[in-house]
């Protein structure tokens, strides 16, 4: 049974960059037809994608938040991370890291939720 | 890219029958079958209800179907059960390889 699961920091003073990992265990990230997504869910609010990385490398990223998001992946370790930069209360959110096969999220990590505050 | 279109509530009777619908563009809904819907709970994280438009992965209820018609996708349940009360999301695949989501349905079984 593939498991996900996330780790970082969960308090980031604004303007720093918040910084979580993924690991993924129970399969391969290397899986072919797979690629790995974050996303985050303020509190109270819905559900924003954030960006996906295949393990070729290649990335993707939602438009709004493009400037300021770095995804990577690590295959020796079968984890992927999300670095996202220079953030503000709004980037307050439960973030989730999930399997993805063209928007069918199938697999989800349990969410961890970072504040970002002084 | 903006976020799909889906109703902020419904709500049913156990026993019944609801649609949630799901309105995008030629870019993303109405262009590929690579629709998505999502049951979440309070607390817990999203689960995959059905996938491709149509299509339930092993273990969810066929009580949860979905179709499509131009640039709306809908979720219907049928049988309404008081445990089918959650937030419903949708999400699809998009023209620039992205990924976007509906803005959320409450789903209230009364």
């Known amino acids: 049974q593939l498991q996900l699961q996330e780790s970082g920091s969960g308090l980031v003073k604004p303007s720093q960059t918040l910084s979580l990992s993924c690991a993924v265990s129970g399969g391969s990230i290397s899986s072919d037809g797979y690629s790995w997504s974050w996303i985050r869910q303020p509190p109270g609010k819905g559900l924003e994608w954030i960006g996906y990385i295949y393990h070729s490398g290649s990335t993707y990223y939602n438009p709004s938040l493009k400037s300021r998001v770095t995804i990577s992946v690590d295959r020796s370790k079968d984890q992927f991370s999300l670095n996202l930069s220079s953030v503000t209360a709004a980037d307050t959110a439960v973030y989730y890291c999930?399997?993805?096969?063209?928007?069918?999220?199938?697999?989800w990590g349990q969410g961890t939720l970072v504040t970002v505050s002084s | 890219q903006s976020a799909l279109t889906q109703p902020a509530s419904v709500s049913g009777s156990p026993g019944q029958s609801i649609t949630i619908s799901c309105t995008g563009t030629n870019s993303d809904v109405g262009g590929y079958n690579y629709v998505s819907w999502y049951q979440q709970h309070p607390g817990k994280a999203p689960k995959l209800m059905i996938y491709e438009v149509s299509n339930r992965p092993s273990g969810v209820s066929n009580r949860f179907s979905g179709s499509k018609s131009g640039n709306t996708a809908s979720l219907t349940i049928s049988g309404l059960q008081a445990e089918d009360e959650a937030n419903y999301y949708c999400?699809?695949?998009?023209?620039?390889?992205?990924?976007?989501f509906g803005g959320g349905t409450k789903l209230t079984v009364l």
């Open positions: 999400t699809s695949y998009t023209s620039s390889s992205t990924r976007v």
């Open positions: 999930a399997r993805d096969n063209y928007g069918a999220f199938d697999y």
